[in-house]
């Protein structure tokens, strides 16, 4: 079995692979100061409660974009799991040409979900994943990486707008019943999810112009089915890519 850990700011998500398969997975809280054996008794019971043994994983594929966890989930895959985690980097052989100015700053996340939807769909490839930030990638037709944008995540762009409007308030984040709102929790509403969608759509379009050709977005993250149901833009949705990537990095580069 395989283990795959991918470390965002937000969120920890945790899958396991039976071949190529996804038999188990999870997303928890990230915990920029908990230890390894801290981490190892929240591992520990989810292994327990889907029936897993740890002695049943003979590898280990890590991103993390959180570098005070990065040696903690190293001590952890080496002293709990007994395997030497592969530690995602731009410098990993992934079969992508990255052809950005500095590829060292491009997180290992970005990497390994270019790759899964390059593998998936093919190229040129736009690839979105919502979490703390927004990340727009593209791949070309080639396998080559030439870049993308970061955008504000939806989260904290509307934490940002409750915690800085004095008259404004913390509201469910969904769609509203219409893009004209008719109080404030809906002109709220509208301004996020749908301003979001917008958000979207412009830059997706703009890429594509770029590109010169119309094609696929593949969407990830916290927020990606949430957002896809209000744009076209969005043509396909894959929960778990970033670990598929991971998986797939594994296997390129298995001792």
């Known amino acids: 079995m395989l283990l795959t850990i991918d470390i965002g700011n937000t969120n920890i998500k945790i899958g396991v692979y039976q071949d190529a398969r996804l038999t188990a997975h999870w997303r928890v809280t990230t915990e920029r100061h908990r230890l390894a054996d801290e981490y190892l008794v929240l591992l520990h019971n989810l292994f327990d409660l889907n029936g897993i043994h740890p002695q049943r994983i003979k590898g280990?594929?890590?991103s993390c974009v959180v570098p005070p966890l990065t040696g903690e989930f190293r001590t952890l895959c080496r002293e709990y799991f007994k395997v030497e985690p592969l530690m995602v980097t731009a410098a990993t052989p992934t079969g992508l040409q990255l052809k950005v100015d500095t590829p060292a700053e491009l997180g290992a996340?970005?990497?390994a979900n270019s790759l899964a939807a390059f593998r998936l769909y093919g190229g040129p490839v736009i690839v979105l994943a919502f979490g703390t930030a927004t990340t727009f990638d593209v791949v070309t037709a080639d396998g080559s990486y030439i870049g993308g944008a970061i955008a504000p995540g939806i989260g904290i762009s509307a934490d940002a707008l409750?915690?800085?409007?004095?008259?404004?308030?913390?509201?469910?984040?969904?769609?509203?019943?219409?893009v004209i709102g008719t109080n404030t929790i809906h002109h709220m509403q509208a301004g996020v999810i749908l301003g979001y969608a917008g958000l979207v759509e412009g830059l997706v379009r703009r890429m594509q112009a770029e590109l010169g050709t119309y094609c696929p977005v593949v969407a990830t993250g916290g927020q990606a089915e949430l957002i896809a149901a209000e744009t076209e833009a969005i043509t396909a949705v894959e929960p778990y890519l970033t670990l598929e990537g991971l998986r797939l990095i594994y296997e390129l580069n298995r001792p």
């Not at 409750?162 to 219409?178: G, I």
Request: one cysteine or more; glycine letters at 0%.
């Open 60 to 62: 280990c594929a890590v």
């Open 109 to 111: 996340d970005r990497i």
């Open 162 to 178: 409750f915690r800085l409007a004095a008259k404004l308030y913390q509201v469910e984040l969904v769609r509203p019943p219409r």
